[in-house]
Structures are given as structure tokens and as C-alpha cells.
């Protein structure tokens, strides 16, 4: 009883048999096997891995049952994607050598015209040059490239086509620039015989100075066309710095028969024609000793007389303004202003536009759209007591003022369209310009000698007397020759009615009648 009750409470012999029952669980542990671990890599969907006798890892294709060496420590799996991308029995396996068909749209997007049918294969210049046009002809910045939306789309449509970076995609840019122009300088050669420049110049935000050149021609096929041909930095707008800069440009395009050259009234156009006029007399090219060289352009011309007559607009002007300034001003003014349109049942859906006090343009848009919106005023007025406690008293328009309004827009809307018709560059606009000056001329004289007028324009401070002064100073005979040229041709279209055969002709004989 003694020995055995000591035993049980020996201390040695209590530390041993905890040792023990830790080496059991140990052990225990050690005989749990781990859970497997999955493969990372997608190549494992299409192969199965395995060991070989040898003990060494292989994986197996699921299609074509070739085997090919896997171990994650000396081979990896990029021989097992090779074959995947490559294997002919691979369901989803693409034939870079196979055609596919296509079925491309039709290049007039008609509806209900079937495309064509073409053939495509994958061809990864061919997706390269692609991408190159789409970010040239959608204006997109070189680092579209590396956007990740971007390079997210092109992984799920074409994992295989490596996306260039923004540096490479600009050299490529870049390249495609030298090779259209290159096209563009044969072209010229081939196909036109004399070319009509524009040039304009501006200072961007950054205080640089710019100028643009476009070449106007007809080819042999007598298609007029348009394409700019220089977009440089010039050291100032002085005459002599542009003149320079076209003569350079010039020289770079081996363009020597100039017929006109189109800029705007600056006296520093001056001073570059009269530069080029000399250089052209060097080069011998001259058309009647270069007397038809400068153009001015109409559509600035038009601008001007405006802009003097318009230099300070009357009051009724003002009021409009500053009402159409209060109600933009505000997310909420707007939408009180549109339910106010519903209310009134007025049909437009044109919004309000503030316009720019320097541009005639915007001041007729904006007055355009404000006058059909009369009651839309009037309404928002009786709402909303902040519209005439902010504009004050005499600053909410009223009839008299509206009534004005639209007097000024129906006199701007002809310089408007005018301007429009001959800012053209796809069509001929030489012909039309004696004929336009002479219905706007008409139209103002009608203005000025209508009841009432003159109040109306002293009240708008509108020079419009002047204007008809104006636009009589203003021609060139090169253009009256275009005139008389097109009457010509309808004329020789009525010599067969009354007994004539011919008009000039090529020897410039005079006209016969019919036996």
C-alpha cells in the first residue's frame, strides 16, 4: 500500500508520462496528410498531370493524349501552353495560316444592304496599323494605349496581340505621318496644276504662336480638294515671320505654281504677300505678275463690318444678356426656367446659350433662342421674385425690348447664313461672292429706308449705315472674272433658243447663227 501510493505520487514519474503523451500526439500529427493543392496555371483545364515510373512529372494532353514534361522545378508549363495554342484537336485551337470568314458591313452603313464577304485570318501588323488609324482618326491621346480598360478589352477580344506601349504607338504615328505625305507630294505632282493656299495664325494658352496652311486644288478628274500641308510653331505674327514660314513650307512640298493665297485684313499679311510675290517673280511662276496673289477672305471681311457696327450693342441687348446669364447660373434656375417652357406649351427644344461679347456669332445665337422663349420669361418672372430683385427694376426685358431683340436677330441672321455658305472648303465659294454682297447689300438698303429703322438702330447702336458703305469697298477682280465666267455658261446654255450655235469656243471666234 505504501510503495504503490508513493509511486502515484512521484513527481518523475508524472513528467514521464506527460513526455509520452506528447510524443503520441506528435506522432499522430505526423501521420495527417495535407490537403493538395490546386494548380494555379489554366493550362491544367486542358491537361492532366501524372507520374511516371521514374517518379518524374508529366502532363497529358486531354486532346491528342501527347505527353510533355511538367515539373514545376525544372520544365513549367510553357511547353504545355505551347501545344495548347497549337494543338489540332483542340476545340477552340485557332489556325493563324486558316482564313476565317467575315462578313464586313457595308462601307455606306445602308440599312437592309447585306455586307461583303471576305476572308481573315490573324495578322498582328495588320491589328497594329489598325489601332494606329484609330488613334489618329478619333483625335485619342498616345496613353490610350495603356489604359486599363483598354488593354482589359483587347485581353478578352485578342489575348494573343502584344499592346504596344504610348512611345512606340507614337513612333508608329509618327511613321505613318512621313508615309502619307510622301503619297500626298506624289499626288501633287500627278494631278493638279496650280494651288490655292489658306493660312491663318493664333497664339495658343501657352503663349506660343501657330500658324496653319491648307492647299486648295483640282485634279485631273476636276475634283476639288482640301488638305493641310504645314501646322507649325512661328516666331511672331509679323509679316515677315510668316512669309518666311510659307516660303519654307513651299520649298519642303516643291509647290512653285501658286495661283492665290487667302489670308485675313492684318497689315501683317501685307508685308508676307508682298515677301512671296518677290520669291515667286525669282521662281518664275507668276500668274499676271502675281497682281491676283492676295486674297482676302470674305468670311473675315463679313466679321469686320459686323464687329464695327456691333461695337457697342444697346440696351435691349443687355437686358437679354444679363436675364439668360441669371437663369444659367444654376442647375436649379434651368429646371425652373424648362418647366416654365412645358407650362407655356412652347415647341423648342433648343437650350439657352450665353453668348461671347466678342463674337457676333454667339450674340445672334443667343438671341435667336432667347426670343422664342418671350413667355417662358415672362412666366419665370411671376415665380421666381429673385429674377427681378438680382437683375433689378429696369433689367428684366419686357415687350419693348423683345420686339428689339428679334429686330437685331433677323438683321444678324443674314450675315449668319452668309457666312456659313461661304466658309465652305469642299465646294467652290468664288463664284458666289459678288452675288452674296449683292442680295446682303440689297437686304441692308431695304433695312435703311424701311419706317422706323433708324430709330431702332441708333437705339441698338448699331452702325448699320455704315455697313453698306462698308461692303461696297470690298472686291477683286479675279472673283468678278468667276462671276462672269458662270453667267457666261448659263448664257451659252440660251444661244441654241435663239439661233446660235456657239459663244467664243476654243479659237474665241465670235457667234454664228444657224443656216
Known sequence: MDSSSSGQNDPTNTTDSTQSEQETATSSKSKVKRKPVMPRSTVWDHFTKFKTDNGDTKGKCNYCNKEFCCDPKR???????????????????????????????NSNNVEGEVGTLTTWKYDENAIREALVSMII???????FVE????????????????????????????????EERSKLKSYLKRNC?????????????????YMCITAHFIDNDWKLHKKIINFCPITSHKGDAIGRAIETCLLEWGLDKIFTITVDNASSNDIAISYLKKKLANWGVTVSNSDYLHMRCMAHIVNLVVMDGLKDVGESV???????????????????????VEYEKIDGKSSLCLDVPTRWNSTYLM????????????????????FRLELGEN??????????CRKMAEMLSHFYELTLR?????????NMFFGEISDLAFILNQWVDSTNVEEFFNSQNCGSFDMCTRLDTFSNCPINVEEDLEELEKFEEVLPSIGLTQLGGSSCSTPTLNS
Open 75 to 105: 520544365n513549367g508549363t510553357t511547353a504545355l501552353r505551347n501545344h495548347m495554342n497549337t494543338c489540332k484537336k483542340h476545340p477552340h485551337a485557332i489556325e493563324t495560316r486558316q482564313a476565317l470568314l467575315d462578313l464586313q458591313p
Open 137 to 143: 482618326i478619333d483625335e485619342l491621346t498616345f496613353k
Open 147 to 178: 489604359g486599363e480598360g483598354f488593354r482589359k478589352f483587347m485581353r478578352a477580344i485578342c489575348p494573343k496581340f502584344k499592346i504596344p506601349s504610348r512611345w512606340t504607338i507614337s513612333r508608329d504615328c509618327y511613321l505613318v505621318y512621313v
Open 193 to 209: 496644276q496650280r494651288v490655292s493656299l489658306t493660312t491663318d495664325t493664333w497664339t495658343s494658352l501657352q503663349r506660343i504662336n
Open 318 to 340: 443687355l437686358k437679354v444678356r444679363n436675364a439668360v446669364r441669371y437663369i444659367r447660373s444654376s442647375p436649379a434656375r434651368l429646371k425652373k426656367f424648362k418647366e416654365c
Open 367 to 386: 438671341l435667336n433662342i432667347a426670343q422664342k422663349y418671350e413667355r417662358a420669361f415672362e412666366r419665370y418672372e411671376s415665380q421666381e421674385p429673385m
Open 395 to 404: 433689367g428684366v426685358p419686357d415687350f419693348h425690348d423683345w420686339s428689339e
Open 422 to 430: 461661304i466658309s465652305g472648303s469642299r465646294y467652290i465659294t468664288s
